[in-house]
């Protein structure tokens, strides 16, 4: 199998260029080997670019392991992987698990659009939203030193969320126009550098009770930008924006992985 690898703020993933269909029966075994970081190559999830009609493409994406979802780092390393194999230019429109997307790249730098968000619950203090992936929404004072994997599996996995389970995102506020998120992935069950959907929806808590349209966001990986037009109770024209970078490439067995 030949494989790329990339990351999106520290969010990485294993590529599959599979619009021949040769990798449509990759076994949920042979994803969770994949993605494994001592036995196999590791990563975050696994993607399969796909052949899809009346778009560019299809993002098939999976976590690391072999769970479904849409995940906004993922879509946007796709973007930056299917302008590497030469199928778009700057601009493209592929499908996910969630629908429809757009996104643009320049320079290495991915603007992906999400989906629209009707409305925000609320679960105590905190809050719960799906922006293509459901996530709870948890702000915090000195999140440096925050036992991240702690609370977030306990969250994760309380009566309320464990069954079909719960991303969760703890944010601490830096200035009026910079948050910090740590995030808790399910699927991947502990913490990751950066989570898309997860930014997205910390974005839009913090948006919610303000004027802004904008809003930066580091991450254990980086930095991403969110912009979002507010929209009764919910917000439309949301972007994730941010680096997407090919590490490296090469093949492996799978009868050895």
């Not at 700057?90 to 790249?105: M, P, V």
Request: hydrophobic fraction near 35%; glycine fraction near 10%.
């Amino acid at each position: 199998m030949k494989f790329y690898k990339y990351q999106g703020t520290g969010n990485d993933f294993v590529m599959i260029d599979n619009r021949l269909g040769e990798w449509d029966d990759l076994s949920i075994e042979s994803i969770q080997k994949l993605c494994d970081r001592r036995f196999g190559i590791g990563a975050d999830g696994l993607i399969k670019i796909n052949s899809a009609e009346g778009v560019d493409f299809e993002v098939d994406y999976y976590n690391s392991d072999g769970s479904k979802s849409f995940c906004g780092n993922g879509a946007r390393c796709s973007v930056a992987f299917a302008h590497f194999l030469d199928m778009i230019d700057d601009k493209t429109t592929f499908t996910a698990i969630d629908g429809i997307h757009e996104a643009e790249i320049k320079n290495g730098i991915v603007k992906l659009k999400m989906g629209n968000v009707h409305n925000i619950n609320t679960d105590g203090n905190d809050f719960v939203l799906n922006t293509g992936s459901p996530h709870y929404v948890k702000y915090v004072e000195m999140l440096n030193n925050y036992n991240v994997y702690k609370i977030g599996n306990e969250i994760r996995n309380s009566e309320t969320y464990k069954k079909e389970g719960i991303n969760v995102n703890f944010v601490e506020k830096l200035s009026d126009k910079e948050l910090f998120v740590r995030t808790y992935e399910r699927g991947v069950e502990d913490e990751t550098y950066s989570c898309g959907t997860g930014v997205t929806a910390v974005a839009l808590t913090f948006m919610k009770n303000s004027n802004q349209t904008f809003v930066g966001v580091k991450v254990m990986g980086g930095q991403l930008k969110v912009y979002a037009e507010k929209d009764g109770e919910g917000f439309k024209n949301i972007w994730l924006e941010g680096p997407a970078v090919q590490v490296f490439k090469g093949d492996i067995n799978l009868d050895k992985a």
